[in-house]
């Protein structure tokens, strides 16, 4: 069986358990996902399987895409690889839906996160900023010292400063399924995945636990 899937982010809503307990839970569109090709170890050195996402018309596909996704029968945006437990059981053409999926199990989702463009060190690394009297005006927000000016007398790699916030790759590990919705394609977990709604994401089996 192939270890993940790709959807996308539909948005978070609420469910209750039978002892009416509430639940937070993320609505995720998965799959149909088609099988559009094999990697074996003779061919490529790996084993995996690539699948892809969202179908859209010819023109929004180059003729190199379009030609790799000929035997596939299907035009599809998205393309990713992941790996199975035996990519023989799996051939060109496969649709895979979301009901590899159970309630009760757990699965890691990875996304892009919400993009904050510029930002200073109060929100990108939630700094307290400086003092807000003894005359200070305009340094309530500002970073303070980021090094010594003598020894060493330059400012040291990785120091947590003002810049681009977001659009990163981000991973959730371990979160619940809650409910799968197979004449849908839906799947509910339980807590917050990264990105805007609609965003793409790949839902796998998790690595950690189970």
């Known amino acids: ?26 609505i995720i569109e ?5 099988v559009t ?12 399987v690539q699948i892809g996402y969202q179908e859209v018309r010819a023109k ?3 003729r190199p895409e379009q030609g790799h996704l000929r035997g596939a029968g ?9 790996r199975a437990d035996n990519v023989a059981d799996h051939k060109v053409g496969d649709v895979l839906t979301v009901e590899m999926f159970e309630p009760g199990q757990r699965v890691d989702v990875i996304g892009t996160s919400k ?26 927000r500002a970073p303070g010292s980021i090094g010594a000016g003598t020894d ?9 400063m003002a810049g681009r916030m977001g659009n990163q790759r981000v991973t959730v590990q371990n979160l619940t399924v809650v409910d799968v919705v197979p004449e849908r394609n ?4 339980r807590g917050s995945i990264p990105g805007a709604n609609n965003g793409l994401v790949m839902v796998r089996r998790a690595i950690k636990g189970s």
């Open 1 to 26: 069986m192939i270890e993940g899937l790709l959807g996308r982010k539909i948005g978070m809503t609420q469910v209750f358990d039978p002892t009416g307990q509430v639940i937070p839970v993320t």
């Open 30 to 34: 998965v799959g149909p996902c088609v």
């Open 37 to 48: 090709q094999i990697r074996t170890k003779e061919r490529d050195g790996y084993e995996a």
């Open 60 to 62: 929004s596909l180059t």
């Open 74 to 82: 299907k035009l599809l945006r998205h393309l990713r690889e992941f």
């Open 115 to 140: 993009g904050r463009g510029f930002q200073g060190v109060v929100k990108r690394h939630g700094f307290g900023g400086g003092p807000r009297t003894h005359g200070q005006s305009d340094r309530l």
């Open 152 to 160: 060493p007398g330059h400012l040291w790699k990785n120091t947590r």
């Open 186 to 189: 839906l799947l509910l977990v």
